[in-house]
């Protein structure tokens, strides 16, 4: 209610016209994220009037807002989020890393700030949040962020433990492959143990990470594996490669 049915080209007029109403102004700052502007005069635009907006506003509000900001390429963006991420209340955590989710499946994050804050809140008293960070950190390109993945893979929540798992395959990062070998693989949960050797596969060698939703399917059945070698959930076998790699 109160938001003006506005296409997608004007949004960022309607955002100058209601800058006052933080209601609308959180309305049309999801939007922007949702449809990212791609003429860059549009989005030189629309940077202008989310600057105006970005200050002065509830978490509510000011974490979409930079969310769209960083949507659209700003630093200030990004840094904003990562403020929230580091010493946001719970909720405000919890949303900034929602936000941060869904600009990292677009395009991998590399703000300076994110390895920081996100080893922050990887020490946070709610599990669902610390579920959380461990899916930013795998699709954080910074080498500061694998320390954090190994402090999670002991973590004591089951859920926090699989996100890592997963999290470590999609870090692309070789190096992790050992704590994987050395944790995930003797994990008493059996989707920590999955998810594990989904990533090792991938780390590895070389093998496309199937979506979590599919990966026991997967490991029962690899298809076409195109000559790569496929080990499926031979522990022993991940456990003899952690030790003679």
Not at 33 to 43: G, K, L, Q
Request: include cysteine; aromatic fraction near 6%; charged fraction near 20%.
């Amino acid at each position: 209610a109160g938001v003006p049915p506005v296409s997608f080209e004007p949004l960022w007029r309607a955002l100058v016209a209601h800058a006052s109403d933080s209601g609308v102004v959180r309305v049309l700052a999801e939007r922007l994220s949702a449809a990212p502007i791609t003429s860059p005069v549009e989005a030189i635009a629309a940077l202008k009037a989310l600057d105006a907006v970005a200050t002065a506003q509830a978490a509510s509000v000011a974490i979409p807002v930079a969310e769209a900001r960083a949507t659209l390429g700003s630093a200030d963006g990004f840094a904003t989020l990562a403020i929230f991420v580091r010493s946001g209340a719970t909720d405000a955590r919890f949303a900034a890393l929602q936000s941060l989710l869904r600009l990292g499946e677009r395009s991998r994050l590399t703000h300076p700030e994110l390895a920081t804050a996100l080893e922050r809140a990887s020490t946070d008293g709610d599990s669902s949040v610390r579920a959380v960070v461990a899916e930013v950190l795998g699709l954080v390109d910074d080498g500061r962020v694998g320390g954090v993945l190994t402090a999670l893979i002991r973590d004591s929540s089951e859920d926090v433990r699989f996100q890592t798992a997963y999290a470590m395959g999609r870090s692309g990062s070789k190096k992790l492959a050992g704590v994987l070998c050395e944790f995930g693989v003797t994990d008493s949960a059996d989707r920590v143990r999955e998810a594990t050797y989904a990533s090792l596969h991938h780390l590895v060698h070389g093998h496309a990470l199937p979506p979590p939703s599919e990966i026991s399917e997967w490991l029962s059945d690899p298809g076409d594996t195109g000559g790569r070698p496929f080990w499926g959930r031979d522990h022993l076998r991940w456990r003899e490669y952690w030790q003679h790699p």
